[in-house]
């Protein structure tokens, strides 16, 4: 909440109201809050003051003074989304709306040196140097990683696409001044692929980059399990006695599935793949085949678990528009249920969806604590 100046429980909940409902009059907050419309006033007052809401006209109306429109304003909190990969560094600047204001993605090996804490450091601080942007305005970073957080979002409880120590948290303070925080990639993205729906309804993101993974939304949250480790679908067993996968087991999704399996056809390069894949060379065109079999076995497992939409995320996933057909046809080949494989959806975002679902944690505190 806004220092000073009596802020009580309705001036969150006034804030709050506005900026679910995207705008709202002073006859609207009424009736749903049940405040008499002094302290509305009041209250609308005080935000207006506080820089939080604005008068955006006036509802049209079929007789007596039109009411005024109050709205939240965008750019009043802002928070950075870092996402840390094994050979790219994203940073993204997102305000109150989750609009993303500035991103950059950068090759950026990473390695636990003391040189790459540094560039990072500097890298941020450019970043928000070339940002018109009142400092204070900043909530927090919000960091993506490719590890299973604990929920105190600071330990690492486990991590093998990139080796981070489980005192990473500790080792990075020096490179920032804001709150940070840390936040497993997939659940991040899976979050922001929510919100930027603007539905409750139960929805299932599966993360298909250097490693698979996922997250479970409800509500508009990521739901953890017991121990912060649910959705790790990438070691789901799809095929028992199968490929090893990098975390000792055998027939795991993530050697199947991930971005690595068809990259490594071009030397790393996933662009490449999908650029051969569309010119229409029929060795990738195979190799894309078995990869999507692998994955409609996932899929369909996955819709039988959750019934719900399951977006396809990640660095795949933002390459995934024009074969989306071809995985819904092997997906419902599957089901003796479903008749529709219409909920396989592609992800929105393409390579920033981690970074502004860690970024957007801050945003969420901010409205919940107003
Ligand atoms: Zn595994």
Not at 171 to 189: E, H, Q, T, V
Not at 196 to 216: I, Q, R, T
Request: hydrophobic fraction near 35%; charge should be negative.
């Amino acid at each position: 909440m806004p220092e000073g100046k009596n802020r009580t429980r309705d001036f969150g909940n006034i804030y709050r109201l506005i900026y679910e409902k995207k705008q709202c009059s002073r006859q609207q907050i009424a009736e749903e809050l049940s405040i008499s419309l002094p302290t509305i006033t009041h209250n609308l007052a005080l935000l207006k003051d506080d820089g939080l809401i604005y008068t955006s006209g006036t509802f049209s109306s079929t007789g007596g003074r039109k009411a005024n429109i109050f709205r939240c304003v965008p750019d009043a909190r802002y928070a950075l989304g870092i996402d840390i990969t094994q050979n790219h560094l994203s940073i993204v600047l997102i305000n109150l709306n989750l609009d993303i204001i500035d991103s950059e993605r950068m090759r950026c090996p990473f390695e636990d040196t003391s040189l790459y804490y540094d560039n990072l450091q500097e890298k941020v601080e450019q970043f928000l140097n070339k940002q018109s942007l009142d400092r204070d305005k900043l909530l927090g970073i919000g960091i993506s990683l490719p590890a299973i957080i604990e929920s105190d979002q600071k330990t690492i409880f486990y991590a093998t696409v990139i080796s981070l120590l489980g005192n990473f948290y500790e080792r990075i303070s020096s490179c920032f001044i804001y709150p940070y925080l840390l936040f497993n990639d997939a659940s991040s993205a899976g979050l922001a692929e929510s919100w930027h729906s603007n539905s409750d309804k139960p929805m299932l993101y599966l993360s298909l980059s250097s490693s698979v993974g996922g997250a479970f939304m409800i509500g508009g949250k990521t739901f953890p399990g017991t121990h912060s480790h649910s959705s790790e679908f990438g070691h789901m067993c799809i095929v028992p006695h199968g490929k090893r996968c990098y975390c000792g087991c055998y027939g795991c999704l993530d050697a199947y599935c991930s971005a690595k399996v068809l990259s490594d056809f071009t030397g790393g390069n996933l662009m490449e793949f999908f650029k051969e894949l569309s010119s229409g060379n029929p060795g990738y065109r195979r190799v894309f085949d078995e990869y999507l079999d692998y994955l409609a076995i996932a899929v369909n497992n996955l819709r039988m678990c959750y019934d719900c939409d399951v977006i396809i995320g990640g660095t795949v996933g933002s390459f995934m528009s024009d074969y989306i057909k071809d995985l819904r046809q092997k997906a419902i080949t599957l089901n003796p249920f479903e008749k529709s494989g219409d909920y396989i959806l592609c992800c929105h975002y393409r390579t920033e969806a981690s970074a502004v679902g860690a970024a957007a944690h801050y945003i969420d505190q901010f409205i919940e604590e107003m």
